[in-house]
Nanobody, 126 residues
C-alpha cells in the first residue's frame, strides 16, 4: 500500500513559480504511476499531469502544457510538480495521486486512482 504526503503549497502572485512535492511511502512505490489532480471548491477534481513508473512517459492537461512539469526521484520516493507562469485560474487544492496502472489515452480518470494525498492549497493572486 502506498501513502502520499504533499507539501509546498502557498500563496503566490500571478506569473510566479511554485513547486509542489509528494513524498511516497510503501515498498512498491517506484512501480506506481504518479500524478497530480486539482480541485476548486464546488467543482469536480480534474486531471493535471502524470508520469509513468520510470518517469519517461508523461501526460499533461492542455491547460498546463508548457507551464507545469512533473518529475520523480525514485531514490527519494518523491514526485515534484514545478509550476511556472502561474495564473489566477490555477488557484486550487492540488492532490497527489498514485496507481499501479498508468493513464490510458490522453488523461487519467478519477476512477483509476487507487491512492490520494491529503491535498495542498495553491492560491495565485492577481
Amino acid at each position: 500500500q502506498v501513502q502520499l504526503v504533499e507539501s509546498g503549497g502557498g500563496l503566490v502572485q500571478a506569473g510566479d513559480s511554485l513547486r509542489l512535492s509528494c513524498a511516497a511511502s510503501g515498498r512498491t512505490w517506484s512501480t506506481y504511476a504518479m500524478g497530480w489532480f486539482r480541485q476548486a471548491s464546488g467543482k469536480e477534481r480534474e486531471f493535471v499531469v502524470a508520469t509513468g513508473w520510470g518517469g519517461g512517459k508523461k501526460w499533461y492537461a492542455d491547460s498546463v502544457k508548457g507551464r507545469f512539469t512533473i518529475s520523480r526521484d525514485n531514490a527519494k520516493n518523491t514526485v515534484y510538480l514545478q509550476m511556472n507562469s502561474l495564473k489566477t485560474k490555477d488557484t486550487d487544492v492540488y492532490y497527489c495521486a498514485a496507481d499501479i496502472t498508468s493513464p490510458t489515452g490522453s488523461t487519467w480518470n478519477l476512477t483509476d486512482i487507487g491512492t490520494w494525498g491529503q491535498g495542498a492549497q495553491v492560491t495565485v493572486s492577481s
